[in-house]
């Protein structure tokens, strides 16, 4: 096996935790889990993260890392409509209808396209 730099090696477990954090949730998910599926032992896992709590804090972080970076693009281009199609035919309404926190506290945003035949007399 390669040897992996500190950063990259750190950067590959918080996106081990964060796939295994979705798939089994964050208590039934383990840093024993979480090393093997990085494919390190666990003493290298705690290297970086002395526990569970501190990897949860790095999965949260890269999480709000990754929102503030997308979120400013996510809102330009809900802004824009593409017209890909005749648009007297057709209302489309690009609407954000809410942020939804999941079972980790990690949020999602929830983005809905409303489309549909234009109302009659339009």
Known sequence: MARTGGKERREQLI???????????????TLDSVAEAAGVRK???????PSKDE????????????????????LDAATVIPVTFDARAFVVSPR???????????????TCWLTGPTPAGS
Do not use: N
Not at 57 to 63: E, N, P, R, S, Y
């Open 55 to 74: 990897l949860r804090t790095a999965v949260h972080q890269k999480m709000l890392d990754h929102w503030a970076e997308a979120l400013p693009r996510l």
């Open 15 to 29: 996106a081990e935790a964060i796939r295994l954090f979705g798939q089994r949730g964050y208590e039934a998910a």
């Open 43 to 49: 003493q290298s896992l705690l290297y970086h993260f």
């Open 96 to 110: 954000v209808s809410h942020f939804q926190i999941d079972s980790l506290g990690l949020p999602h945003l929830e």
